[in-house]
């Protein structure tokens, strides 16, 4: 099945800074991963997760995905990390070094049991890996497969580049195979695929080529540091006039094709059929976000009812 | 006492003077001629120039319990206060009253002549220590408070008598002709000395750089200046900005920016002949970017820009996105550089600015305009002269004429600064009345006053986060707790001038 969660955007707030814990409320981003690992130093790691738990169990009416970036399953920190912020649900956790598909079973397992004690569903929480080293590049599409809970791949390009001893450009040739490594994983696996943050907050210009770069690669989001990156990624993400007005004729034929009683159509000498019907849903998806149509897709609309 | 119409308990005089309680910002009328000095008539080749200061004030006959002015262009960077007050010290004279357009952090130099009665009474606002400890009962000084508007209607109407202003002349003739714009001391626009030019009992001209007849182009002219006084500098012109001259980088800030402009590109205003003002600091300035981009991408051509003018203003006229720029004072080195050159850029004075009595003041003809807060309150009553402590800390500057003015005036304000909520059920001091205030803009969302209701509504069909205030309220205190309010003495140490001259809220003095 498809998932149409909106992923455009993903921002990093750290876990120990109560002044900007305090706005995430506030911006428009689709998801937060609320930092305990490199964001936090060594001194604080236990404070951190205190102040992420309280400010979770205060967070009460929720306008975004809330994902928890906890320390890296090696550390002694992570099952501290999930025993204290998990109670205060948040909808996933954004896993660190997930180098193998073992590492990401490893955390599927400690969620179940997680979700048992809590009394939720299993399959609750979420995972967004992070594929950040050679090595998880290299496994990234068995990652990919490694558990339901996963929504996407998230491609970590400045621990990439430090693992590969070369230096990350604003152009990005460098991360060329390893993104398109993860954008095979996540595909082939129906997964999302979210891109690394661009580390410049100062230079929107060449945020906006990356963001169009990566669009154009295939991901569905990308990650940032920064919530003034938020616009222009949202900019980048938002569909053309025409993407819409074609997407929102294709829901109309197949409505028709349906009532028909056919799968298939054409539309202006071009054949409708599943493929560009869930392509045209997710442009009308992503146009919602953008207020540019006022529809609601559902699974019904994609699949036709049985 | 008696209760005025936004609930302040107001004494029936203070400091000897009968006062007016506020009801509303519309319907006190004025019942008197424009206020009148002596006509003179200079020796025939008579000079003007009298040496330094202090033979200035000698020749100007300033005694026992007169009041002077000086204009505050250069603001914190004004070194002719402190000489003046240092001199007129040395002379031996006392009870002295100051009615300038400002008094800056920079004349807290001027605390020593308080405690020892030279000065004993500020017929004007001020900025930082002295307000300060005024408020704590430190110092024994009744403080006035007035917009710039309300600072010159009192001039005007003569409410205030100016015994004699000592103006900063940047670019000055003998014969007392000056402007602004050029000279080491340079600061632009004399928006406010124009007014004391006009209505001083006497003039005296300070100048730092003397320049052969005639100094052209007059700002203030020869036949309303009395003495011309030379004096070795009159200040920092590096020191006129007073705070930041760069767009905020500030997540918060820039939330709050979007969400203003959202607000104007709402308002039905911008559109051609669009008028527009907007502060220094770096929430204005970022708000004044996207009235440059929705400008350009409409191909919209303003009418004028207004107020304290910034480079920011000086690039957007240059860019033909404004007819002119109407400048009552230089905020910036650029906007100084600009008026002397740029016709479109014009020396607008305060009373023209925003007098309320008068046959229509420039302010009346902004569409929208940007203001800060200390504090705002449910009623959308704001504050901008007290502090989270009690203490007087800041001057009325435009504020409240501008709220009235503009058909839609937008407070910006962080929901919280430190731990403070910063919208709340009361404020401590009312400065601008809430029916003034089209809208308040946090970064928690939009609240707009029940008289503007169609804005509201395009606001909502654009999908822009307005709130009810109360629930905006209750949103920042959940956040932030209920504070203490802080406890006053019952005795009141300064008075909150509507522009008007009615009185709208009064500072007490604050509990050790």
């Not at chain 2, 009328?29 to 080749?45: C, D, F, G, V, Y």
């Not at chain 2, 900025?127 to 209607?153: M, T």
Request: proline share 5%; glycine share 8%.
């Amino acid at each position: 099945m498809a998932d149409f969660k909106l992923r455009r955007s993903l921002l990093y707030v750290p876990g120990n800074m109560p002044s900007m814990l305090q706005n995430i409320p506030l911006f428009q981003c689709d998801a937060v991963q609320i930092d305990l690992e490199d964001a936090v130093p060594l001194s604080e790691k236990d404070a951190a997760r205190i102040l992420v738990r309280r400010f979770l169990d205060n967070y009460k009416v929720r306008n975004k995905e809330i994902l928890v970036r906890i320390n890296g399953l090696d550390t002694k920190w992570a099952l501290d990390d999930l025993k204290t912020v998990l109670p205060a649900k948040p909808d996933g956790i954004r896993l660190p070094k997930a180098d193998t598909p073992e590492v990401v079973e490893h955390l599927d397992t400690l969620l179940t049991e997680y979700e048992e004690e809590l009394g939720l569903r299993v399959g609750h929480f979420k995972i967004l890996p992070s594929i950040e080293t050679a090595e998880g590049v290299l496994n990234a599409p068995k990652t990919a497969r490694a558990s339901d809970r996963l929504i996407g791949l998230a491609f970590g390009a400045e621990d990439y580049t430090a693992t590969m001893e070369i230096n990350r450009t604003k152009t990005g040739e460098e991360l060329f195979n390893a993104r398109m490594n993860v954008l095979w994983g996540a595909k082939a696996a129906g997964i999302q695929a979210i891109d690394s943050i661009f580390a410049d907050v100062n230079d929107m210009e060449a945020l906006r080529k990356e963001t169009e770069l990566i669009k154009k690669l295939g991901f569905t989001g990308k990650c940032m540091i920064n919530p003034r990156q938020i616009d222009i990624i949202h900019e980048v993400f938002a569909p053309k006039q025409e993407e819409v007005d074609y997407a929102l004729e294709v829901m109309d034929a197949i409505k028709r094709a349906r009532e028909m009683g056919t799968g298939v159509i054409s539309l202006k000498g071009k054949m409708i059929d599943r493929p560009v019907v869930v392509r045209a849903a997710r442009v009308l998806n992503t146009a919602r976000a953008h207020g540019m149509v006022d529809i609601v897709i559902n699974e019904e609309d994609i699949n036709g009812t049985e | 006492m008696a209760r005025n119409s936004v609930g302040r308990e107001i004494p029936e005089t203070f400091a000897g003077k009968k006062l007016i309680p506020y009801s509303d910002p519309w319907s006190l009328q004025p019942h008197a001629e424009r206020s009148t000095r002596a006509i003179r008539r200079l020796t025939h080749n008579g000079s003007k120039l009298v040496g330094g200061l202090r033979d200035a004030i000698i020749a100007s006959g300033l005694k026992d319990g007169m009041t002077i002015s000086t204009h505050h262009s250069l603001r914190n960077g004004d070194y002719l206060l402190n000489e003046l007050v240092k001199e007129i010290d040395a002379l031996g004279i006392r009870d002295i009253k100051i009615a300038s357009s400002s008094v800056h952090i920079v004349h807290a130099e001027l605390i020593p002549y308080i405690r020892k009665g030279v000065i004993t009474a500020f017929e004007c606002g001020v900025n930082g220590p002295i307000g300060e400890l005024v408020s704590k009962g430190e110092l024994d000084c009744p403080i006035i408070v007035r917009s710039h508007g309300g600072r010159a209607r009192s001039l005007i109407t003569g409410e205030v008598p100016v015994d004699v202003a000592f103006l900063a002349a940047p670019y000055c003739d003998e014969y007392g002709n000056f402007n602004g714009f050029y000279g080491p001391s340079a600061c632009g626009s004399l928006g406010y000395a124009l007014v004391d030019a006009q209505h001083a009992h006497k003039v005296v001209a300070v100048t730092d750089n003397l320049v052969p007849f005639p100094a052209v182009p007059v700002g203030i002219p020869q036949t309303v200046v009395d003495f011309v006084c030379q004096v070795p500098r009159l200040g920092d012109p590096k020191k006129i900005v007073s705070s930041t001259t760069k767009v905020t980088t500030d997540p918060i800030g820039l939330q709050i920016a979007k969400y203003a402009a959202m607000v104007i590109e709402s308002s039905g205003y911008m559109k051609t002949g669009f008028s527009f003002q907007t502060g220094t600091g770096g929430i204005s300035l970022a708000v004044a970017e996207h009235v440059r981009n929705m400008m350009r991408k409409g191909n919209i051509k303003g009418s004028f820009g207004c107020g304290g003018i910034t480079g920011y203003f000086v690039d957007m006229l240059e860019e033909g996105l404004f007819e002119a720029l109407f400048d009552v004072q230089c905020f910036d080195l650029k906007a100084v550089e600009s008026i002397g050159r740029n016709q479109k850029h014009v020396e607008m004075t305060a009373g023209t600015y925003a007098n309320p009595f008068n046959c229509g003041s420039v302010v009346d003809r902004l569409d929208c305009a940007i203001l800060s807060a200390t504090e705002i309150d449910v009623n959308f009553n704001v504050n901008v002269n007290t502090e989270s402590m009690g203490y007087l800390l800041h001057n009325t500057g435009g504020h409240c004429d501008v709220a009235a003015g503009a058909k839609v005036s937008i407070v910006v304000a962080p929901s919280i600064r430190g731990r403070l909520p910063i919208v709340r059920d009361e404020v401590t001091t009312i400065t601008t009345p809430g029916e003034t205030v089209g809208v308040i803009v946090t970064e928690r969302g939009i609240a707009v006053n029940d008289n503007l209701p169609d804005l509201k509504a395009e606001l909502i069909k654009r999908g822009a986060p307005v709130k009810d205030i109360r629930q905006l309220r209750d949103e920042i205190y959940s956040v932030t707790g209920i504070p203490k309010p802080v406890e006053f003495e019952d005795k009141i140490v300064a008075l909150i001038e509507y522009r008007d001259g009615s009185i709208i809220d009064v500072v007490r003095q604050v509990k050790p």
